[in-house]
């Protein structure tokens, strides 16, 4: 059948048309339920079958604004990197931020210590040696925070504190509508249930767009709206691709060794070993993974998210598990060759009060001969971590 942009009229009886029969509401779905981020599929939508049967796979916030903040914290920087020592005093790392007087730094390369006396110009750490063995350190050299050391009967410790993180995001409005005219409608053809079943397969549609929405798009760069070649605003918000904090790329050649051993040492320090991951791939990185299992390399269990109308698979990894689900989108163009992994318990649906994702009816204009309805909703994306728990797989393929 053809694609329609105003109401649905008529359609010439031929072989492609419609012939007099009951069309059941329950025709297999445009698109398999495992191929839609269950996130998009409830809300108050009812009557889209085998998409989500329980709850959202990630958090659900109520804002206020459309340009709404998030607070992050995040671990302070444990690690420095050397630039040079001169054996004696000045040492000098590429930052010194999360570094204060009387805290100890271990050279992760040769074991010896310092005591860090002040912090000057910028980049520069006047040290005291101490231990067994004198410290030292060369450019590229790792160094490690120990914890403040206190003299015995001190007062007044050097105080370490951070703000939280705060980043913006934007919601924005989806509206996909459906028309069709009474006439078709009270047609002995397209009436009654095939006008559900219409509906129904274009609000399918919509949340497959809006899904793809809320993992790759990107926010203006300033502002909450953009008009650039429109001539009206619209909105637009960062994805989950945009979040994320870290990249891995495979190069072209991906191995078990690297996806359980290499691949999760991207991951940020909010992940801890008992963290289970979530990885978003196609079908053919998937059957990559599949040889591995068929080759006797690693074994996989069924995951935890069938409840939610979507199947996955757990892989064990050097940080915790992954459970990988396929994705639509990444069976698409270039994307088909990335993957994405991120903490979901870190991960906010976002709508703006009184507009999560809904079905409006009667939409119609007064002059409009007919009847015309729209999924319709406010909303967004948000990283509870700004990202530090996303990884964006490259090269997969």
């Known amino acids: 059948m053809g694609t329609y942009t105003d109401l649905y009229t008529t359609q010439t009886l031929s072989t492609t048309g419609t012939r007099k029969r009951d069309v059941g509401d329950t025709i297999r779905h445009l698109m398999p339920s495992a191929s839609l981020m269950p996130l998009v599929s409830s809300g108050n939508i009812e009557g889209i079958e085998g998409v989500s049967r329980e709850r959202k796979l990630f958090g659900k916030r109520k804002v206020k604004s459309p340009l709404f903040e998030g607070f992050t914290w995040s671990p302070f920087a444990i690690t420095f990197t050397t630039t040079s020592y001169d054996g004696s005093t000045a040492l000098v790392v590429t930052s010194t931020t999360g ?23 910028g980049t520069t750490l006047v040290v005291t040696t101490y231990g067994a063995t004198a410290f030292s350190a060369a450019a590229g050299d790792v160094l490690m925070c120990l914890t403040i050391h206190m003299e015995e009967k001190s007062s007044v410790p050097p105080i370490l504190m951070k703000d939280p993180d705060n980043f913006n995001n934007i919601t924005f409005i989806h509206r996909s509508a459906t028309g069709i005219s009474w006439t078709a409608r009270q047609s002995e053809h397209f009436g009654g249930d095939r006008y559900t079943h219409m509906k129904k397969e274009s609000h399918t549609s919509a949340m497959r767009n809006i899904s793809n929405t809320l993992l790759f798009d990107n926010k203006p760069g300033s502002g909450e709206k953009n008009t650039s070649g429109l001539g009206t605003t619209y909105g637009s918000c960062d994805g989950l691709v945009a979040f994320a904090g870290s990249e891995f790329d495979f190069r072209g050649a991906p191995t078990y060794e690297s996806f359980i051993n290499e691949g999760p040492l991207k991951w940020g320090d909010s992940v801890s070993s008992d963290t289970t991951m979530l990885m978003f791939c196609g079908y053919e990185f998937w059957a990559t993974i599949l040889g591995w299992m068929n080759s006797g390399l690693c074994e996989c269990e069924p995951g935890t998210y069938d409840k939610w109308g979507v199947k996955s698979n757990k892989l064990m990894t050097c940080r915790g598990d992954v459970e990988v689900m396929i994705i639509d989108a990444y069976n698409r163009g270039d994307f088909k060759r990335q993957a994405l992994v991120c903490n979901p318990e870190n991960i906010d649906f976002i709508y703006l009060n009184n507009c999560d994702l809904q079905i409006r009816e009667g939409i119609q204009n007064a002059s409009v001969h007919g009847d015309e309805d729209e999924l319709w909703g406010e909303i967004s994306i948000m990283s509870n971590d700004n990202g530090d728990s996303i990884c964006k797989y490259v090269n997969v393929l």
């Open 99 to 121: 570094i204060v007087g009387k805290m100890s730094l271990v050279n992760t390369s040769n074991n010896t210590t310092c005591y860090v006396d002040s912090v000057t110009n």
